[in-house]
């Protein structure tokens, strides 16, 4: 039986998707210590030393808690894509192929929106908004790539499934 061949940008796109499951894990642990956090009553109080924090309404402070435990889910969710994705990848599954590709346009899409946003708020938050901005780009630019990538004539060769007559007896 003959085995098919990976190629290195496969196995990059699956080095870099555990790398950023990694991090999703990170920011999950983040999101959801935060939440413990800000969702106590000795941390509502602890925000409420703040000038910044005394100036919100009540109702924010009380939905603080639940997103950051939004947050915290999203990015586990994220990580569990990741993980799985890259296995996929390793294994040359067209699923994994598949889901890659659906998962990076559902990641240019938010990016793209949330880069308008920024664009049209930059005149508001000034210099700041810079690295925000590049982030984004880069954000685009990582997806778009691997997108660009997974559709290539050989990659997608890659993933077919082996057939009787590809086989050597």
């Known amino acids: 039986m003959t085995k098919r061949q990976r190629p290195g940008s496969v196995t990059a796109i699956a080095i870099w998707l555990i790398v ?39 109702e924010i402070l009380d939905l603080m808690g639940p997103f950051f435990l ?11 894509i990741c993980i799985v994705m890259s ?26 929106f949330q880069l308008l946003g920024s664009i049209f708020s930059a ?15 880069f954000n685009l630019a990582i997806a778009g790539s691997i997108v660009y990538v997974l ?7 890659a993933f077919r499934p082996v057939s009787i007559s590809d086989q050597s007896f």
Request: overall charge neutral.
């Open 20 to 58: 950023a499951g990694v991090f999703y894990v990170l920011f999950a642990l983040l999101f959801l210590f935060v939440q413990t956090i800000v969702g106590s009553e000795e941390g509502r109080q602890m925000m409420l030393q703040e000038p910044e924090m005394q100036a919100l309404p009540p």
């Open 70 to 80: 939004g947050l915290g889910l999203v990015s586990l969710v994220f990580a569990i």
């Open 87 to 112: 296995v996929g990848l390793f294994r040359l599954k067209g699923w994994g192929r598949m889901g890659t590709i659906i998962f990076h346009w559902v990641c240019i899409g938010l990016n793209a």
């Open 123 to 137: 005149g508001t938050a000034g210099l700041t908004i810079i690295p925000t901005l590049l982030l984004l780009v």
């Open 151 to 157: 559709l290539q004539p050989d990659v997608r060769q």
